[in-house]
């Protein structure tokens, strides 16, 4: 067993008792589309922001179609709350439009086919494949990569290289669930800027609280 590993394994249980509720996305959806929108207009904005957009703009538009025969203009009003929201509005119309011609209007459920839908990158793409389709992937945003490298889990330098670590560490049964509670952690306690380690029960390992 690697280092890496066995602190996993020392990792897991605490994080699992600390965040037991935590174990999937708090972005609301009823559908694979609807998930994949809200996952694209999750990108620097909140989960509560995203889900209070989505709650009236879901009512009107559900369906590549809806989407696909939209000007940006007319839809941007719709997701102002979002960071980058006229990006989102051109990348959603320009994905359902691709759906509908190449996809039957489906959300294809490999990583190759998601990630060349505009707006639609790594980590978009493994949440999308982690929730709608179950597959074991291992999403990595800002928090995984930041709390994952704090800890010791993780060293690379990018998101697709911290990605490969932590699937040689985390079994597949337990990405899910690991993805979410460590973006819970980094949310409450373990933040970008001043992270409140007088409150973290991950002292006893964390290599950058020894640090
Ligand atoms: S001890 Fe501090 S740096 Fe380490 S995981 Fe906890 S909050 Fe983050």
Redo the contacts with the bound molecule.
């Keep these: 067993m690697t280092n890496k590993t066995s602190l996993y394994h020392k990792l897991i249980g605490i994080l699992t008792n600390t965040y037991p509720d935590n174990t999937t996305t708090m972005l609301n959806s009823k559908t694979h589309f609807e998930l994949l929108i809200a996952v694209m207009l999750s990108a620097q904005s909140t989960d509560r922001q995203v889900n209070k957009i989505t709650a009236r703009l879901f009512e009107r538009y559900y369906k590549p179609q809806h989407f696909a025969r939209l000007q940006p203009e007319q839809l941007e009003p719709l997701i102002k709350g979002c960071g980058l929201y006229k990006n989102k509005s051109r990348n959603i119309i320009k994905t359902s439009q691709i759906l509908i011609n190449k996809h039957n209007s489906r959300v294809p459920s490999s990583l190759e086919e998601l990630v060349k839908l505009p707006g639609v990158g790594r980590k978009t793409a493994n949440v999308v494949l982690n929730i709608a389709f179950g597959q074991p992937t291992m999403p990595v945003d800002t928090h995984v990569s930041r709390?994952t490298r704090?800890?010791g889990l993780a060293y690379g330098a990018t998101p697709e290289q911290i990605e490969k670590e932590l699937l040689d560490i985390v079994p597949p049964e337990q990405r899910g669930d690991f993805h979410h509670r460590i973006i819970e952690?980094g949310r409450t306690?373990?933040?970008a800027r001043k992270?409140?380690?007088q409150?973290?029960?991950?002292?006893d390992f964390?290599?950058?609280?020894k640090n």
């Design positions: 709390v704090r800890l952690h306690i373990c933040r992270p409140l380690c409150n973290c029960v991950f002292t964390c290599s950058h609280y």
